[in-house]
């Protein structure tokens, strides 16, 4: 049987995956989008998704990293839609598997429909932007996987109802 709080949990987030960003970081993703928004909303909803996978952990561990940095808006948001989906499906391994949904499917999402607009997908995945792609989505998933358990171990543990 699939706990309803599960499936709600994950939906909830997937919902906040496409403006959690704004939370933390409005005055720049917000001008990208004041510029598609007359021409492609398919773009819109893309930068939206695709604004949760642009905090690059790998050049953040090589680089000279600082405090301040490590809180970017991106791993935040994904900190928070972890937190949310967790507390709402209630326990650390459904809060877990709820995050991880979240992401994967916001990521999935992501890719669809960046080839249902056209845009260049190989760009994303070789060369120096290889590096970048993979320490995104790395830092989408440790931020939700932090966020979930937090909110998975907050909420308590999920009552069984037989």
Request: proline share 3%; net charge negative.
């Given at each position: 049987m699939v706990s309803y709080r599960l499936v709600l949990g994950?939906?909830?987030?997937?919902?906040?995956?496409?403006?959690?960003?704004?939370?933390?970081n409005?005055?720049?993703?917000?001008?990208?989008?004041?510029?598609?928004?007359q021409t492609d909303i398919l773009k819109v909803i893309i930068l939206q998704i695709g604004a949760?996978?642009?905090?690059?952990?790998?050049?953040?561990?090589?680089?000279?990293?600082?405090?301040?940095?490590?809180?970017?808006?991106q791993l935040l948001a994904c900190i928070f839609i972890g937190y949310v989906s967790g507390t709402i499906s209630k326990g650390l391994k459904?809060?877990?598997?709820?995050?991880?949904?979240?992401?994967?499917?916001?990521f999935l999402i992501w890719m669809l429909l960046s080839v249902i607009s056209g845009e260049d997908l190989m760009a994303l995945f070789q060369g120096a932007q290889l590096s970048v792609t993979i320490g995104g989505i790395l830092s989408a998933i440790l931020g939700a996987v932090i966020g979930g358990l937090l909110?998975?171990?907050i909420s308590g543990p999920y009552e069984e109802v037989y």
């Open positions: 994950i939906i909830v987030g997937i919902v906040f995956s496409f403006f959690t960003v704004f939370f933390f409005m005055e720049a993703t917000i001008l990208q989008i004041q510029l598609y928004l949760n996978f642009k905090f690059d952990l790998i050049t953040f561990f090589t680089g000279t990293p600082s405090i301040t940095d490590f809180f970017a808006p459904r809060g877990l598997i709820a995050s991880s949904l979240v992401i994967i499917i916001g909110g998975g171990f």
